[in-house]
């Protein structure tokens, strides 16, 4: 089946200022061999927790999803794929620095010669909503295809179609103009045409700049080792976002009343801890670069320069301790579980703030479950929230709390013979009374791992 095809289903469009992801399909990458598709969908049907859902037009898009399957699965593979196509689209030298062939479904006793083709459908700025799809053999890029998605009530208007080394437009276009993105292109042949044609723009189309800067500025991969080695100047610079952090590790219930930035002059912080930041490095920092130490994957000072003065600052948390009292803590003491929420934060607020799709791997990494279900809460039911948030996870008491997920929110992955699969808890008829998470940990759903008894194994029984 075509991966076009898919596309036709009856949508409409959104808000001027929303931005969101409609669906992905892909297809023989890592352990998916056949098509799957993983959509933001509601079913219209449902009734209940209407405030996760973008009620634009006829047919609207879930706020959130969540994404639930064993180890093994296949679950950070759907995330991959996203941070694939974006890494593809953003960086002309991306598949030249990878190892293509990792990427390949390979379970095979004759592996066969099929390309990766990833396809997906996400709503721009401008209200406008897009088809972007490749096609990669190990041999290259066979296919790389821009459409203007009608949302099902006509055909598609394809802007751009490349195949192999030649790319064709559907506007008039310069003979010259043609020949020098051909010859880009040939120079560049494992390049996607939307990352040479930002660095050296040949072609000026609104349409193609305007899916560039959805990858760019709009979908945000998260993975579960990520750091963010400028976050203290995230926070010094970005009042509000600092605001959003502190009143959330406040309501969190973690101990900390605040959050603080404090900052002193270089010379003076250097003279205590010479042997810290080497000299080489503080001699070339301009105006708008800032240094990052990072210790224990948590970012321990930053140094900046302001108004020609160069300056160190540092994170500094206010702590409750016995009586009242409120001490001050860097963040060498913070748990892990405390760091890994700090690194998220940013990511929340500008899905809730700039209507960003905010993609977690395992969001329950380090963290305790009831930070999970503060930050599912919040987000899903917080009336300024105009973004999306999609997550992996294990964490099953989301399951169990009907105000926090819909069952259109929740998405398995399960392994069969070496392939995963992907679908939706929407795809069974359930009873209104039935434990969703029960059902799950007795695989009812499956997306389970099935587990013999060891200790009959180990005896030979």
């Known amino acids: ?69 064993s180890n093994g699965a296949g679950k950070s593979n759907l995330i991959k794929s ?19 062939d990792k990427y390949f479904y390979s379970l095979l006793p004759e592996p066969e010669d099929e390309p990766i083709e990833i396809a997906i459908e996400f709503i721009a700025k401008n209200n406008q909503a897009y088809i972007y799809k490749i096609a990669i053999s190990k041999s290259g890029i066979e296919d790389e295809s821009l ?41 560049n042949p494992r390049s996607s045409f939307l990352a040479l044609n930002h660095e050296f723009p040949a072609i000026i189309d609104h349409h193609i700049s305007e899916s560039f800067s959805w990858f760019n500025d709009s979908l945000v991969v998260i993975g579960t080792n990520s750091t963010i080695p400028t976050l203290i100047d995230m926070m010094r610079c970005n009042g509000s976002l600092r605001s959003f952090t502190q009143e959330m590790l406040r309501n969190l219930c973690l101990g900390i009343s605040g959050l603080d930035i404090e900052t002193e002059e270089a010379d003076e912080w250097i003279s205590k801890h010479a042997s810290e930041i080497p000299e080489k490095a503080l001699d070339s920092l301009k105006e708008d670069e800032v240094i990052a130490r990072m210790e224990n994957e948590r970012q321990a000072l930053t140094i900046f320069s302001e108004e020609g003065v ?134 009812r759903f499956g997306a389970k791992p099935c587990i013999e008894d060891l200790i009959t194994i180990m005896h030979g029984y």
Do not use: C
């Open 310 to 443: 160069k300056k160190i600052g540092r994170f500094v948390f206010n702590q409750f301790g016995p009586n009242g009292y409120v001490g001050k803590m860097d963040i060498a003491a913070q748990s892990d579980g405390t760091v890994r929420l700090l690194t998220l934060l940013p990511a929340i607020y500008d899905a809730i703030k700039n209507g960003k799709t905010i993609v977690i791997d395992e969001i329950n990494y380090k963290m305790h479950p009831s930070l999970i279900l503060g930050l599912v809460e919040y987000f899903s039911k917080n009336k300024e929230t105009n973004g999306q948030l999609i997550f992996t996870t294990h964490e099953t008491s989301l399951m169990e709390e009907k105000q926090l997920l819909r069952n259109d929110e929740i998405w398995f992955v399960d392994k069969k013979n070496g392939m995963s699969m992907l679908y939706s808890l929407n795809d069974f008829k359930l009873h209104h009374s039935l434990s969703v998470r029960n059902g799950y940990l007795d695989g």
């Open 82 to 100: 996203l941070s694939f196509i974006k890494d593809f689209v953003l960086n002309k030298d991306f598949l030249d620095k990878t190892e293509i």
């Open 147 to 187: 459409y203007i998605s009608h949302l099902g009530k006509a055909k598609n208007d394809w802007v751009y179609k490349r195949v192999l080394n030649q790319v064709k437009f559907s506007f008039k276009t310069p003979r010259d103009i043609k020949d020098l993105v051909n010859r880009l292109i040939e120079r």
């Open 1 to 69: 089946m075509s991966l076009y095809k898919i596309f036709f289903v009856i949508l409409q469009a959104l808000t001027p200022e929303s931005t969101m992801l409609l669906r992905v399909i892909i297809k023989n990458f890592l352990s998916f061999k056949d098509i799957v598709q993983f959509d933001m969908f509601p079913n219209a049907k449902r009734t209940s927790n209407w405030e996760h859902v973008y009620q634009y037009l006829d047919v609207s898009v879930l706020k959130q999803a969540a994404i639930y399957g």
